[in-house]
């Protein structure tokens, strides 16, 4: 194990640090200066991390405690967890106390959040829609499951600053979420269903799609057609900049082929 690595987490949360054990033959989960003031920035940036898991599991109480009220809670939890996760990485990175025990918390957390409280709320949402509990269960299941696979693998995989392979599990949580809080009855149940395991598969494609700080330097002329069919319709426009994201990563990938990969990344 010495002078080994671990990779950094789904979010980016920890950069790669090497494992360096302790006189006893065990591995601090703090590398470097264990000063009083480190530890503290140590705990509060791995406090972000358990603070998403628990919006996860506030998420499955009240999704599971009935209601569209609640269900829209449920959602904005889902949210948190979100906004948490990308807390983490960046108070590990400002705090200078990146580790890799950080780096296994953030992606356990993940699959708690991302993969389990995930599917579960979206288990209820379908219900409430109508869709019968044994055809809600196993897609469901595709969500949870191909988390904890996207997970595994981009915790072995190289990184790529520019490209996720697959949608990352937070932003499959996020479109999830928005598509609750838009309106539990905005889909028919069919589309409800087929677009939540597209979502899930979408996690384990090898397709490249681009990260959020590519989509936004974007051209101001590209965001012109959504801006005035949100006037119309804030559904259809949400649902129609999703169905453009997950297509681009089959785009890509094609282009990928014919192309250097140097080129794109440019």
């Not at 009855?185 to 494609?205: C, R």
Request: charged content about 10%; proline content about 8%; overall charge positive.
């Amino acid at each position: 194990m010495l002078g080994g690595t671990v990779p950094v987490s789904p979010a980016g949360a920890y950069a790669r640090h090497p494992i360096v054990t302790g006189p006893s033959g065990t591995i601090p989960l703090l590398p470097g200066a264990r000063t009083p003031a480190r530890r503290l920035k140590f705990a509060i940036a791995n406090a972000c991390t358990l603070a998403s898991l628990a919006s996860g599991l506030v998420a499955v109480f009240l999704a599971t405690d009935g209601g569209v009220g609640h269900l829209r809670l449920a959602a904005l939890a889902l949210l948190a967890c979100v906004v948490l996760d990308g807390c983490d990485g960046g108070l590990a990175r400002a705090f200078n106390v990146a580790s890799p025990f950080g780096a296994q918390l953030d992606s356990l957390a993940d699959l708690g959040s991302f993969g389990v409280a995930t599917a579960i709320v979206v288990y209820e949402w379908l219900a409430l829609l109508g869709t019968h509990r044994t055809i809600a269960a196993p897609v469901c299941a595709i969500v949870a499951v191909c988390a904890s696979i996207r997970l595994a693998r981009f915790n072995v995989s190289p990184k790529d600053g520019n490209y996720f392979t697959g949608v990352p599990t937070t932003m499959v949580a996020a479109v999830l979420a928005v598509n609750i809080l838009i309106g539990p009855g905005s889909l028919p149940e069919w589309m409800a269903l087929s677009f939540v395991a597209v979502y899930g598969l979408a996690m384990i494609t090898p397709f490249p799609y681009p990260k959020l700080g590519r989509v936004l330097r974007l051209p101001l002329w590209v965001w012109f057609v959504p801006a005035i069919c949100a006037m119309i319709s804030v559904p259809g426009t949400f649902l129609g900049v999703v169905i453009a994201y997950l297509l681009s990563g089959p785009v890509l990938w094609l282009l990928r082929r014919g192309r250097p990969r140097a080129a794109l990344a440019s």
